[in-house]
């Protein structure tokens, strides 16, 4: 962006070369040459540069360099104290008092020519886990000549690069040569080159995406069942869960392992855990085209070994607290239990551990006392059995 700016000159003692709506900079002479003022105009706009001299009756002569012999000399016709220049390049402004003495004599440049005028980037290098790029700016030179040996220079740009994402993604980086992690999806990248002109031009790349990240939900099929402990990925056999695939990037190639329960090539496989013990759940995935891999977090599962416990005494009164005679178990595979009452006649028999008596005999609820029981479990596990015998109290409160 353009304004207006008011500098002193770099040997003037009463009075300073101006210009309105332009930018300021300096010459970078190679030899001991103080540097002169450049002062920068918006892109062909009119250059007007003035000098303001605070003494009586100032004269103003005007001069323009000539780059055939690195001379200052070439008057122009222009008297006053301002100069609209007619071409970019260099200027001299001699002023001399009322009475002949030369009070400033001052060296500058103009240009309205500043631009960018070509951008590109490139990916120097990828892999599946980031993505080099550079870029390079080409600009409308702005020369100049040092006073003292001819040899020339150019006016900094002071060029600035920003890379950003299409669509938008993790932040932008600054700089000629940049890295990004290495995407997923396929995106454009954009660096966007602007000068302490306020000039501004962009460049795009298309980047199609090579890198996968592995990554997986765990949906644990089995429900809680009142007296079974369980919660999560952890409980007792056999433990469902369907994994559903979130992995990103082109995945063309799935492996699961279970730990050491067993392996699946599937996308979203359905597995079953029932042997006590901890496994630890991976997913790589790959893109085959690429060579790209990733490997998932592990996910745990643990399966309790089995147990059977049976109370000795329920209270089958309808308030929904120990209203039937059941067992607490983990992980039992097989499951018998009968009921007997005093005189050994069977009064309920049932195999699923998560269903028990109630107390009632053909319909109508049994007489409150003492009933006997046997119990047999089997878990996933071999040799896992249970074996019970007992007494239970059928209590009806009030």
Known sequence: MFFTVFLMASVSVRGQLSAEN???AQTEYSSATPNDQVFCFPEGSFMSVRFD????NPSFAWFQHDVTD????????????QLTAGTPGGYRVVVEDEAGVVVADERFWVYNTQKITNVEAEITYDDCYGVEMSASADTVPLIFYDPMDGSFGGVNYNLAFEWTTLPEGDGSQSGRTVEFDAPFEDLSYVV???DRFGNVLESTIDYSAIAVAAEFEADVKKDTVPNERHSDAQGSAPIEIKFNDQSQGKVNAWEWTFGNSGQSVEQNPLFVFSSAGTDSVYLRVVNRDSGCESLSAPFVVSVWESELEVPNVFTPNGDGINDQFRVAYKSIKKFEMVVFNRWGRRVYEGNDPARGWDGKIGGTMGAPGVYFYY????GYNDNEVHRKEGAVHLIRGK
């Not at 001299?53 to 009586?56: D, V």
């Not at 690195?70 to 104290?81: H, K, T, V």
């Not at 119990?375 to 089997?378: D, K, S």
């Open 375 to 378: 119990i047999r479990g089997e």
């Open 53 to 56: 001299y605070a003494g009586n």
């Open 22 to 24: 332009a930018l300021v």
């Open 70 to 81: 690195n001379s200052w000399d070439n008057q122009l016709a222009n008297s006053g104290n």
């Open 192 to 194: 966007s080159v602007s």
